[in-house]
């Protein structure tokens, strides 16, 4: 931690601290009054209860970053004196409860400039209940990344699945993706939605790939697989979209140009299984197997599953990151400690098979997974089951679960 960010932390808890003992001192001065909840505060002052309830989480906080987040602005501080000094509180209460709260007014201006502003900087430092505080911020990204880029998903998924490949020293690997809802909020957007490749690393990046699509009605042209999609699980009539040629051998898949709002809402599933991808043990350029989500599209919730199979290697939890794309230079960006972005999330073990796969949002989605399934001829019994769920993920970023490769067999 920096000596500037030691000073901001320091003050800014120092100051939080007085302003919160200043009202509990003046809360328990006001004569025939016994405050067990908010409500009794609002009542006891004749003032709103959601005023009195975010000076109930001031004065009760045991976290003052956190209190903080709820201090009234000025105006609801105003209100607060001037009611507690109609109940006969005494000035000498009053007048430090105020000069407590010109001090951190006064921190605000310093650090921040503005509250808003002095709200994400406390947000970082907050020991409890953070989560709160990310997500209403990552909603608030969600928004206006939805505007800027006129397009948003309500509920996107990836499930990987990886299973021994006929070279027992490679493995295959089944992808299955979907954007459940996406609308467009500006007309004529078009969007792309997949892209497949794999790199090592190195960075050595490879796109021509053995790819076989899982549904049977999708033929491959003479230009190569075409979008897999998995007609049974889009909407329908089925989504529109074109081939595009990327850098280096890249094709991206883009949906079309379309209407806005909810009556032109699509769901786009794809499923696909790419044969001999990657090493199953490790090599100089595979150390890990690591399952990317690369994060483009505003999101309401992403849904992050990999199974692995056991006969591919001992069952070990993998490990999580979220990483920013900002910086991104190519397809083979590696994961980087100073792009990780912190988060609340973790990896959920599921247990064996597809019984507790269901997600909530997305009905269908253990029909979907089962469906691969017995497309590929796999067992879902033998595979063991992770999960990550992530409200409103930040974009551009990548959700990576890596799990160490084992050395070869002697």
């Known amino acids: 931690m920096s000596d500037n960010s030691k000073s901001f932390a320091t003050q800014a808890a120092t100051a939080i601290a007085a302003l919160q003992e200043a009202l509990r001192v003046l809360v328990r001065s006001l004569p025939s009054v016994y405050i067990r909840r908010p409500n009794d505060l609002a009542n006891a002052l004749g003032i709103d209860p959601k005023l009195a309830w975010r000076v109930s989480q001031v004065i009760n906080g045991s976290d003052p970053f956190g209190a903080a987040l709820h201090i009234p602005g000025r105006s609801g501080m105003r209100i607060f004196l001037d009611a507690a000094a109609r109940q006969g509180a005494p000035q000498s209460a009053l007048s430090a409860t105020q000069n407590a709260y010109e001090q951190f007014a006064e921190l605000v201006h310093l650090h921040a400039g503005d509250r808003r502003t002095f709200d994400m900087l406390i947000a970082g430092h907050v020991r409890q209940d953070r989560q709160r505080g990310d997500l209403y911020h990552r909603k608030l990204m969600f928004q206006g990344m939805s505007y800027v880029w006129g397009v948003q998903v309500r509920v996107q998924t990836l499930t990987a699945i990886a299973a ?48 076989e699509p899982l549904d049977p009605s999708i033929h ?191």
């Open 164 to 211: 021994p490949a006929a070279d027992s020293q490679m493995l295959d690997a089944a992808v299955l993706k979907t954007y459940a809802d996406l609308r467009r909020i500006r007309p004529n957007v078009p969007w792309r939605i997949t892209r497949t490749y794999t790199a090592d690393a190195l960075g050595e990046v490879r796109t021509a790939l053995v790819r």
């Open 220 to 410: 491959t042209s003479e230009e190569g697989p075409g979008l897999p999609l998995l007609t049974e699980f889009c909407s329908h009539p089925l989504p529109e979209c074109r081939r595009v040629e990327a850098p280096r051998g890249v094709v991206d898949y883009q949906l079309v140009e379309g209407a806005v709002g909810n009556t032109a809402c699509i769901t786009i599933a794809t499923g696909e299984v790419v044969r001999s991808v990657e090493p199953r043990y490790r090599t100089e350029r595979y150390r890990s197997f690591n399952v990317d989500f690369i994060l483009r599209t505003p999101a309401e919730l992403l849904v992050f599953d990999l199974l692995i199979s056991r006969d591919l290697w001992e069952p070990v939890m993998p490990t999580l990151g979220l990483y920013s794309d900002l910086f991104a230079e190519g397809l083979e960006w590696p994961r980087l400690e100073c792009d990780r972005i912190p988060i609340h999330e973790r990896v959920e073990y599921l247990g064996t098979g597809l019984e507790n796969l269901a997600v909530p949002e997305l009905p269908r989605y253990v029909d979907m997974v089962r469906y691969a399934f017995e497309r590929l001829g796999w067992a879902p019994e033998r595979f063991e089951a992770y999960r990550v769920r992530m409200s409103y993920p930040p974009i551009p970023s990548g959700v990576l679960m890596r799990r160490d490769l084992p050395p070869p067999p002697p």
